[in-house]
Structure formats: structure tokens, C-alpha cells
């Protein structure tokens, strides 16, 4: 229009709002007509196709319709035992032992190696309905009784370890290998320093070798390392004599420790109502042997046991006179030294591994945290001056000489070997090993003030306070001689 042709240009600027009012309600349509097909885009491009979207969703309704569901029926196995254990109802038999009664059911007792043979063989048992047990193993208690029986009507026994050595025994005596398995399981993840001297006798009694092995286990890595006044106590002397001569006990510091640890045991074998502190031990150990100094000084060897009934001290005297006794470790150290000064021996050129573990040193060493740490193990190591450093998760030997310009206490050979094996090991608060690692059997060879690294370290696996045990052997074994006289030979 002309210049009054306002009515055009309203329309004009009308005109966006009617047309978004317009793509809103049919975007709108849109989305219920979405909402009213299930939303599925694919049925608008393909009309006259299957939809996917419903084949998923059909598979799906499929697939959990068909997938089966496990719910236990606690109730079954509660009634069973509840009813026909607890109550003996509709019972067919009674077992009498330790003045105790128990209404049972012989398609139950059946389950027992002991019942089964009982009741079908030619036994006159097999016909009566009330059993009188005798029970020759003392561990067994009407307690252990309950829950040996009560057993045979459930699936699942709770064992607490104060009972497990009972259990155990009525387990063997009525031949059940499930409670019996069960009872070993239990020991074997119970074991600590209240516990591994008895599971470690039951074990024995009863046959479990893998629970004996476990509990030696747990002595070799704790009886040095956690020193307790009770184990020393517990410990009777065949065990602490089967620990001191194996090469897998994990040594503190070096052997005179172990010297140290033998004190304090026979004190308290000897001396058994002592009830001090463990830092008063040694001390007290000490003062009892300096007082009791001439009757373990005689002119013979004695040997002392402890008669385990009465717990009094018996003297056994041996014809063997106390430097008849050591002289052998003198002459055998005497003339390895003379070799090692000698040049005569550079160390062990292969490994025999019955050789190692019967000459070789046991040291340790307790890392309280991570950093760095260097340190010697002192003793007579016939010139072979080790170092150890831990840094930065390796672990490094140097064979030190210090440069010296002449022989003395450290072997200036220009090379030495020395065989070993390192053990590391972290242990929880009961004394169970978390973590550990060994190098195996190894030879080094070193020259003067060389180092190696034998150990590379995963910090994964590092958990502190760590303990470091290791055997090395810095001589050639010395191997027997044929007869006396060449050992006279060598003696002059």
C-alpha cells in the first residue's frame, strides 16, 4: 500500500510469531504420536517392516520369563533340624554317650562312616534301638556330641575355635569328612600364638597334614619374629629342636639370636610360673642360669628334659665331656678359616641344596617402614664383610673391602663367591603371612667392593613393617673324608 498501508506491515511483524505458534503444536502432534506408538522412528521410515524395537523388547520379556530364579527354602532345612534333630521326633533309634541322650534316626546316622558299618554288618547293634557309645578320646565332650549329630541334619555347622579341637575329635571317632574338612578349613584360618601348639598336636593326633604343615609354617615365620612369652612357654622340646635346625626359620639379626631365644625358652621351661614381661625375659634368663651356673657346668654334658607330668627339672648325664663335645665346631671352623685366608676357597661353585641348607647362616632384618636402610649382618663370615641396602624397593649386596692395602679381618681375594636365598614376608597382627617373595637358590659372583642388585621389588606388594630373612654361605662346604687317617693327616 501507500504511505497508509500500516495493515501490511502489522501482518509482517505478525508473521514469526503465527509461524512459531505453528511449529510448536506440530512438534507437539508429533511427540504424542510418538508417545502413542512407543516412540519408535523406525516405523515411520519402514511401514511395512518388523519393527526392532519390539524384537528387543519381546527377547528381553523372553529371556527373563525363562531365566530360572534360586531362593534357598531356609525353612526346610530349619524344620528338619528343628523337628527331627532338636524334638527326635518320629526317632528309631537312641544314642547314649557321656550321660547324655540323643533321640536320632538311623537314614541319618547312615551318613557316618562309624553308624554305617555299625548298622550294616553283622554287629548285634544293628538290631537295637537304644546304642550306648563309649567314648575313649578325652577331647570328646557332650557338647562336641551335639553338634558331630547335629550335623548329619543340616547343611551348614558354625565351629568356633575354641571347640574346633572337640569337634574335631568326635568328627574322626564317628568318621565324618565334611565336619572333618570343616574343622581343618577352621584351624588353618584361626591359627595364631593362643592357638598353633595345640592345632598343631590335634593335627597330628587326627591326621591332618595339611593344618600340621601350616602351623609349622606359621612357627618358622613367628617364633623369631614375634617373640612371645606363652609360645616359649607351649613349645615342648622335640618342636622348638624340629625349628632351631630348619633352614626356613625366619631369623632376626643373626645366629647368636637364636642362642638368645634358646635362653629365654629353657628358663621358662625350667622355670614355668614366671609371668614377667617379654623385655624382662633375658634378663631374668640370665640370672637364673648365673646362679644355677655350677650344676649346668659339670665336668659332663647334661642334658635336661622336662618331665611334662610332674613339670620337675630331670638331670640326664651322657659320658660325652663338653670339649669332646665342641671340639669338632672348632676344628671344623679352624680349618675353614685357614682356607678362606689361604686363597684356598673362593666360595661355593655350585649349589647342592642339601648342602646349603645345612651350612648356611641365617640372618634377618625387620624394615619398620619405607626408606632407606644399610646395614651388615656381624659375625664370623670368614673375611666376606656383606653389605645390604634397600632403596628405592631394590635390594642391593656389595662385597666391602674397604680398599684395604693388606689382609686382615676382610679376604682381599680378587673375587669371592657367595650362595644364597632371600625370603621377604609381611605378616597381619595374628601373625599371618600378607604377602611374600623369594629369590630362590642363587651363586654371586663379586669382586672387590662390587655391588649387585638381587631383588626388584613391586610396590604393589610391599607392605611394611617387612621382614627380610636370608641364607648365605660364603665357604665351600667341607666335604668329609674318607676315613680317620686322612682326617689325622689334616690334623697335622
Known amino acids: 500500500k501507500g504511505p497508509g498501508g500500516s495493515g501490511l506491515l502489522s501482518s509482517w511483524r505478525l508473521g514469526p510469531n503465527l509461524i512459531m505458534g505453528a511449529l510448536s503444536s506440530r512438534l507437539i502432534s508429533r511427540e504424542k504420536a510418538q508417545e502413542t506408538t512407543g516412540g519408535c522412528e523406525c516405523r515411520k521410515r519402514r511401514r511395512n517392516s518388523e519393527c526392532q524395537c519390539d524384537s528387543d523388547t519381546d527377547e528381553e520379556q523372553e529371556r527373563l520369563l525363562n531365566t530360572p530364579r534360586r531362593k534357598k527354602l531356609k525353612s526346610t532345612s530349619k524344620y528338619i533340624y528343628q523337628t527331627l534333630f532338636l524334638n527326635g521326633e518320629n526317632s528309631d533309634i537312641k544314642i547314649c554317650a557321656l550321660g547324655q541322650e540323643w533321640s536320632l534316626h538311623k537314614i541319618y546316622l547312615c551318613q557316618s562312616g562309624y553308624f554305617s558299618s555299625m548298622f550294616s554288618g553283622s554287629w548285634k547293634e544293628s538290631n537295637m534301638n537304644i546304642i550306648e557309645l563309649e567314648i575313649p578320646d578325652t577331647n570328646i565332650d557332650p557338647e562336641a556330641l551335639q553338634v558331630a549329630f547335629g550335623s548329619l541334619y543340616r547343611d551348614d555347622v558354625l565351629i568356633k575355635p575354641s571347640r574346633v579341637i572337640s569337634i574335631l575329635a568326635a568328627a574322626c571317632m564317628l568318621q565324618l569328612d565334611g565336619l572333618i574338612q570343616q574343622c581343618g578349613e577352621t584351624m588353618k584360618e584361626t591359627i595364631s600364638v593362643k592357638t598353633v601348639c595345640c592345632y598343631h598336636t590335634a593335627a597330628g593326633t587326627y591326621g591332618l597334614d595339611s593344618v600340621k604343615k601350616k602351623c609349622l609354617e606359621w612357627l618358622l615365620n613367628n617364633l623369631m619374629t614375634h617373640q612371645s612369652v606363652d609360645l616359649f612357654k607351649e613349645l615342648s622340646i622335640k618342636m622348638m629342636k624340629q625349628l632351631i635346625s630348619s ?246
Open 247 to 492: 633352614p626356613d626359620l625366619f631369623v632376626m639379626q643373626v645366629e647368636m639370636d637364636v642362642y638368645t631365644a634358646l635362653k629365654k625358652w629353657m628358663f621358662l621351661q625350667l622355670v614355668p610360673s614366671w609371668n614377667g614381661s617379654l623385655k624382662q625375659l633375658l634378663t631374668e634368663a640370665d640370672c637364673w642360669l648365673s646362679k644355677h651356673r655350677r650344676e649346668l657346668q659339670s665336668s659332663q654334658a647334661c642334658s635336661f628334659q622336662i618331665d611334662t607330668s610332674t613339670e620337675q627339672l630331670r638331670e640326664a648325664t651322657t659320658p660325652t665331656t663338653l670339649s669332646e663335645w665342641l671340639s669338632s665346631v672348632y676344628k671344623q671352623q679352624w680349618f675353614t678359616m685357614l682356607r678362606a685366608e689361604q686363597d684356598n676357597d673362593t666360595g661355593p661353585q655350585e649349589i647342592n641344596k642339601e648342602e646349603f641348607e645345612g651350612n648356611s647362616m641365617r640372618c634377618g632384618r625387620k624394615l619398620a617402614k619405607d626408606g632407606d636402610y644399610c646395614w651388615r649382618w656381624t659375625g664370623f663370615n670368614f673375611g666376606f664383610d656383606l653389605l645390604v641396602t634397600y632403596t628405592n624397593r631394590y635390594i642391593i649386596f656389595k662385597r666391602n673391602t674397604l680398599n684395604q692395602p693388606c689382609s686382615g679381618s676382610v679376604s682381599l681375594q680378587p673375587r669371592r663367591n657367595i650362595a644364597f636365598r632371600l625370603c621377604l614376608a609381611s605378616f597381619d597382627s595374628n601373625g599371618k603371612v600378607i604377602c611374600s617373595r623369594t629369590s630362590g637358590y642363587q651363586i654371586l659372583s663379586l669382586e672387590k667392593d662390587q655391588e649387585q642388585v638381587v631383588m626388584n621389588l613391586d610396590s604393589r606388594l610391599l607392605v611394611f613393617p617387612l621382614y627380610i630373612c636370608c641364607n648365605f654361605l660364603c665357604t665351600a662346604p667341607e666335604r668329609r673324608l674318607e676315613n680317620d687317617g686322612q682326617m689325622e693327616n689334616t690334623d697335622s
